[in-house]
T-cell receptor, first 114, second 112 residues
Framework: GAGVSQSPRYKVAKRGQDVALRCDPI?????LFWYQQALGQGPEFLTY????????KSGLPSDRFFAERPEGSVSTLKIQRTQQEDSAVYLC????????????FGPGTRLTVL | QQQVKQSPQSLIVQKGGIPIINCAYE??????FPWYQQFPGKGPALLIA?????SEKKEGRFTISFNKSAKQFSLHIMDSQPGDSATYFC???????????FGKGTMLLVSP
């Protein structure tokens, strides 16, 4: 079956622009996660949804970052007024159930802010 | 605050060798420890995982060893192949919570 898909795969933004990154999780997966992966580093947690409810957003680095999953399926991560330090790969993962279940990752969106 | 420390940062072995990657954690609430494999341009993929009620788990050529008292766990790759060349991440979570805490990764190169 289809895995987690993300779009766009690559995004170049000028500093100050707003960007929106999309994640399509595996159908039927309850939980959805966003992670940020800087070059040469491990993924770092940003936010977590269980269905449409955002249960944890403690990893979002600033109020410029906003995520939503309005119908409990597709999710969008939005970054307002992008800064150079936002340049990273943004990974989305989904899992079937909540709590301790295997997380399946998408290929990521590589964001470069000039 | 780095809750999962991974070493080495990079590793080169010859084909057939047994690379070993080590991780240490601090949070005693962690109870699920997966390893992920990541190829360039791809997302991480689950390789093998262990819970602290066992000291070792094998799946094919991959083995996790777990030392609960030392709060350490390691990945061994038996009979390594050039196709195993990738970046490996250890991770940890409290299964009642879900989010993963990753190590910084180990870049493995298996030479032919």
């Amino acid at each position: 079956g289809a895995g987690v898909s993300q779009s766009p795969r690559y995004k170049v933004a000028k500093r100050g622009q707003d960007v929106a990154l999309r994640c399509d999780p595996i159908s039927g997966h309850v939980s959805l996660f966003w992670y940020q992966q800087a070059l040469g580093q491990g993924p770092e947690f940003l936010t977590y949804f269980q269905n449409e409810a955002q249960l944890d957003k403690s990893g979002l680095p600033s109020d410029r970052f906003f995520a939503e999953r309005p119908e409990g399926s597709v999710s969008t991560l939005k970054i307002q007024r992008t800064q150079q330090e936002d340049s990273a790969v943004y990974l989305c993962a989904s899992s079937l159930r909540r709590g301790g279940d295997t997380q399946y990752f998408g290929p990521g969106t590589r964001l470069t802010v000039l | 605050q780095q809750q999962v420390k991974q070493s080495p940062q990079s590793l080169i072995v010859q084909k057939g060798g047994i690379p070993i990657i080590n991780c240490a954690y601090e949070n005693t609430a962690f109870d699920y420890f997966p390893w992920y494999q990541q190829f360039p341009g791809k997302g991480p993929a689950l390789l093998i995982a262990i819970r602290p009620d066992v000291s070792e788990k094998k799946e094919g050529r991959f083995t996790i060893s777990f030392n609960k008292s030392a709060k350490q766990f390691s990945l061994h790759i038996m009979d390594s192949q050039p196709g195993d060349s990738a970046t490996y991440f250890c991770a940890a979570t409290n299964s009642g919570y879900s989010t993963l805490t990753f190590g910084k990764g180990t870049m493995l190169l298996v030479s032919p």
